[in-house]
């Protein structure tokens, strides 16, 4: 991109695939917290936790985040589990 680009404004999430999610337990309730706890997100981000729509997923899991891509939410949706977006 050309021109000046100030990096101050970009906003930074903590962001996790769909598929990765497959190891937790059903009904499960994913945050930010316990990603980072269990070692999924390296450092938690200014702006929270971002659920990307690689993978697959079998299982329902109750995922608390504060952005969801539409591809993610299908599939999180699809398997009966839940999404709360902060």
Not at 48 to 75: F, H, M, S, Y
């Given at each position: 991109?050309?021109?000046?680009?100030?990096?101050n404004?970009?906003?930074n999430?903590?962001?996790?695939?769909?598929g990765?999610?497959?190891?937790?337990?059903?009904?499960?309730?994913?945050?930010?917290?316990?990603?980072?706890?269990?070692r999924?997100?390296?450092k938690?981000?200014?702006?929270?936790?971002k659920?990307?729509?690689?993978?697959?997923?079998?299982?329902?899991?109750?995922?608390?985040?504060?952005?969801?891509?539409?591809?993610?939410?299908?599939k999180?949706?699809?398997?009966?589990?839940?999404?709360?977006?902060?």
């Amino acid at each position: 991109m050309r021109g000046f680009n100030n990096k101050n404004f970009k906003k930074n999430y903590s962001c996790i695939n769909v598929g990765e999610l497959e190891c937790f337990e059903a009904n499960t309730v994913i945050t930010e917290e316990l990603l980072y706890e269990t070692r999924f997100v390296g450092k938690r981000a200014p702006y929270g936790l971002k659920v990307l729509g690689d993978g697959e997923l079998t299982k329902p899991l109750t995922i608390k985040a504060n952005k969801v891509t539409k591809q993610a939410r299908e599939k999180i949706e699809k398997v009966g589990g839940k999404i709360e977006e902060i």
